[in-house]
């Protein structure tokens, strides 16, 4: 079964610091791609950012990026001079080929402190 | 563009007690889907569709009906409400060619069965 890894159910960071944030994924699948999705205590879910498995630079998007290791199966989230509105929970998904949506992690609680 | 709109945002219902929760979406995106999130855990798939007229069952199906006679809407019916259908339940929908992937999420409706 296909299956996406957080390992850090929660994460603490200084205001302007630089933060990573851990994900892990499983396939044999040689096609599929990597998104993150934050959401804030209102309960939405705000897309991030997204990674193709045949994509040779890594994602940025703004003071997000990703940090994508193939061989190794990760897609680690960096986001870069945090602000406290950057607290919220971080969900790390992928979507396969020939799978029609996209399975999630457990997520991890960033809590940005001043 | 309104994006993906859901109804209700709030609802409670008895046990053994049926509803819709509605979902439509103004961007003639293909493909729509309804995701459930229990607390402190990812989204999980409940079902899918690729197109008016053709659905499918995700990952956590049971309980659940779902039909797509536009493009535009895709309701969720819940049967016969039972307590552990209490969740956050989140509709989205997304193109399914052209390499962008990005799959927009309705508010959400946080349903609490008694």
């Known amino acids: 079964a296909q299956k996406i890894t957080q390992t850090q159910p929660g994460m603490f960071v200084q205001e302007k610091e630089a933060v990573t944030l851990d994900c892990t994924y499983d396939t044999s699948d040689p096609s599929y791609g990597l998104f993150w999705y934050k959401q804030p205590s209102s309960g939405e879910m705000i897309f991030l950012i997204y990674q193709g498995s045949y994509d040779q630079q890594n994602a940025t998007e703004g003071r997000y990026s990703l940090n994508f290791q193939k061989a190794r199966k990760s897609a680690n989230l960096v986001i870069s001079a945090s602000q406290l509105g950057d607290s919220a929970m971080y969900f790390c998904?992928?979507?396969?080929?020939?799978?029609?949506?996209?399975?999630f992690g457990s997520g991890t609680r960033l809590q940005v402190q001043p | 563009n309104a994006g993906v709109t859901q109804t209700p945002k709030f609802q409670v219902l008895k046990t053994g007690q049926s509803m819709t929760l509605q979902c439509a979406q103004d961007m003639n995106h293909e493909y729509m889907s309804w995701y459930r999130q229990d607390p402190g855990m990812g989204l999980r798939l409940i079902h899918y569709s690729v197109g008016a007229g053709i659905t499918d069952q995700g990952e956590v199906p049971n309980g659940y009906n779902v039909s797509r006679s536009t493009t535009e809407d895709f309701p969720l019916r819940l049967l016969s409400a039972a307590p552990s259908q209490t969740s956050v339940y989140f509709c989205?929908?997304?193109?399914?060619?052209?390499?962008?992937?990005?799959?927009?999420f309705g508010p959400g409706t946080r349903l609490t069965v008694t």
């Open positions: 998904a992928n979507l396969y080929t020939g799978r029609r949506a996209l399975t």
């Open positions: 989205a929908s997304r193109v399914t060619s052209g390499g962008n992937y990005e799959q927009y």
